[in-house]
């Protein structure tokens, strides 16, 4: 039983700041890998930006410098601060996480229900 709830998405201006959260909770041993995705209409799902359970990053191309991920490990929570938002960026944006269920090693791979973000020129 884990779930990953999601939240901060709305519109925006370009030029303006969002900050997506996602809460994850049920049997939660330890959070490993968290992840943004985001989805547009008539394109692939895509990575985002991801984060380990030590705090590495990855940003795709396209956000880097604007977007920072980030965790709270007693929060079992992971934010996604987005600034300087453009018309691109305007998609589906969905958490994703690697869970350890147990101590002895029981792992399973979670969604968000997705937030939606629009960036208005």
Do not use: H
């Given at each position: 039983?884990?779930?990953?709830?999601?939240?901060?998405?709305?519109?925006?201006?370009?030029?303006?700041?969002?900050?997506?959260?996602?809460?994850?909770s049920g049997?939660?041993?330890?959070?490993?890998?968290?992840?943004?995705?985001?989805?547009?209409?008539?394109?692939?799902?895509?990575?985002?930006a991801s984060?380990?359970?030590?705090?590495?990053?990855?940003?795709?191309?396209?956000?880097?410098?604007?977007?920072?991920?980030?965790?709270?490990?007693?929060?079992?929570?992971?934010?996604?601060?987005?600034?300087?938002?453009?018309?691109?960026?305007?998609?589906?944006?969905?958490?994703?996480?690697?869970?350890?269920?147990?101590?002895?090693?029981?792992?399973?791979?979670?969604?968000?229900?997705?937030?939606?973000?629009?960036?208005?020129?």
């Amino acid at each position: 039983q884990v779930q990953l709830v999601e939240s901060g998405g709305g519109l925006v201006q370009a030029g303006g700041s969002l900050r997506l959260s996602c809460a994850a909770s049920g049997n939660i041993f330890r959070i490993n890998d968290m992840g943004w995705y985001r989805q547009a209409p008539g394109n692939q799902r895509e990575l985002v930006a991801s984060i380990t359970s030590v705090g590495s990053t990855n940003y795709a191309d396209s956000v880097e410098g604007r977007f920072t991920i980030s965790r709270d490990n007693a929060k079992n929570t992971v934010y996604l601060q987005m600034n300087n938002l453009k018309p691109e960026d305007t998609a589906d944006y969905y958490c994703n996480a690697q869970i350890t269920r147990t101590r002895w090693g029981a792992q399973g791979e979670y969604w968000g229900q997705g937030t939606q973000v629009t960036v208005s020129s």
